[in-house]
Structure formats: structure tokens, C-alpha cells
Nanobody, 121 residues
Framework: QVQLVESGGGLVQPGGSLRLSCAAS????????MGWYRQAPGNEREFVAR???????NYADSVKGRFTISRDNAKNTMYLQMNSLKPEDTAVYYC???????????????WGQGTQVTVSS
């Protein structure tokens, strides 16, 4: 079994910064692409950013130039550095990852429980 645990959310003023972390643990054989998604109240979950196992990245237009996704493969951890935060960035942020468990050939998709980010003065 594989678990994804997010941390680093909180309350920040507009223009401020936060750094989210997503730690993967359990019977991890290979950790493939990882990504961040967010869901604001009354809205559908939306894509924020994604990073491949080789470091390739892509971002939603709404966060380009403000957010940076990265990963530490040795620690099975992904990060999201969020700068110049806006009130519209307020949402629950979810970690997502494609993982092949140890001893298995199957790649499964996992979600974390989410961490709240609130941007408000």
C-alpha cells in the first residue's frame, strides 16, 4: 500500500508565499509522475502542476510564473513553491502520483488527503 501525505498549507496574506510538500511512503517500487491539484468550494478539482520522473514539468496557465513544482526522488517527496499568492488560489491542494508498488507490475494512481491553503487579508 502507498500513502501520500501533504503538508505546508495554511493562511497567508495576498502576495505571500507558501511551500507545500507531498511525501510518499509505503511499498514503493517506482514513483512516476507526480502532480498537484486543487479544489475550491463549489468548484471541481483542477490541475495545478505536474512533474515527471525525469524532472519535466507543466503548469496550469493560472499559476505559471508564480508556482514552481519540484521533487526529491531520494526522499520520495514532491514540493510546490507558491509565490505571489492571490485570494483565488484559496483551495484544498491535493497531491497525486502514479506508483508501481514493490513486487508488482501494475501502476496505480494515488491521491493524498489534501491540505488547505487560504489567501486572505
Amino acid at each position: 500500500q502507498v500513502q501520500l501525505v501533504e503538508s505546508g498549507g495554511g493562511l497567508v496574506q495576498p502576495g505571500g508565499s507558501l511551500r507545500l510538500s507531498c511525501a510518499a511512503s509505503g511499498t514503493i517500487g517506482t514513483l512516476y509522475g507526480m502532480g498537484w491539484y486543487r479544489q475550491a468550494p463549489g468548484n471541481e478539482r483542477e490541475f495545478v502542476a505536474r512533474i515527471n520522473s525525469d524532472g519535466g514539468t507543466n503548469y496550469a496557465d493560472s499559476v505559471k510564473g508564480r508556482f514552481t513544482i519540484s521533487r526529491d526522488n531520494a526522499k520520495n517527496t514532491m514540493y510546490l513553491q507558491m509565490n505571489s499568492l492571490k485570494p483565488e488560489d484559496t483551495a484544498v491542494y491535493y497531491c497525486n502520483a502514479d506508483v508501481r508498488s514493490s513486487g508488482s507490475l501494475r501502476i496505480r494512481n494515488y491521491w493524498g488527503q489534501g491540505t488547505q491553503v487560504t489567501v486572505s487579508s
